[in-house]
Nanobody
């Protein structure tokens, strides 16, 4: 079955940076729109950023100018570069793959921004 495996989370101080990766397998990666979502304790899961198969990107207002989503179709991997991190960015970050009516989720990776 399809697998999405996130990595790169951890503890970082405010103002710091992290790069998340999501490695996909058992799907035709290049045709899927890929996205990053996050869920903080007690809150609903929310969109962070998406990238289409053609490379068009979309960001939540709260991360515009700080986060960058990218993809490498040769490596079946999508990335999220997170700069100028804030405590409110603390959440579990999930990778998502979507094509037509098919959607898949990874297990998530914890990002904690704290001094």
């Amino acid at each position: 079955q399809v697998q999405l495996v996130e990595s790169g989370g951890g503890l970082v101080q405010p103002g710091g940076s992290l790069r998340l990766s999501c490695a996909a397998s058992r799907l035709t990666f290049s045709i899927y729109a890929m996205g990053w979502y996050r869920q903080a304790p007690g809150k609903q899961r929310e969109l962070v950023a998406t990238i289409t198969s053609g490379g068009s990107t979309n960001y939540a207002d709260s991360v515009k100018g700080r986060f960058t989503i990218s993809r490498n179709n040769d490596k079946n991997t999508v990335y999220l570069q997170m700069n100028s991190l804030k405590p409110e960015d603390t959440a579990v970050y999930y990778c998502n793959a979507r094509w037509v009516q098919s959607t898949y989720w990874g297990q998530g990776t914890q990002v904690t921004v704290s001094s």
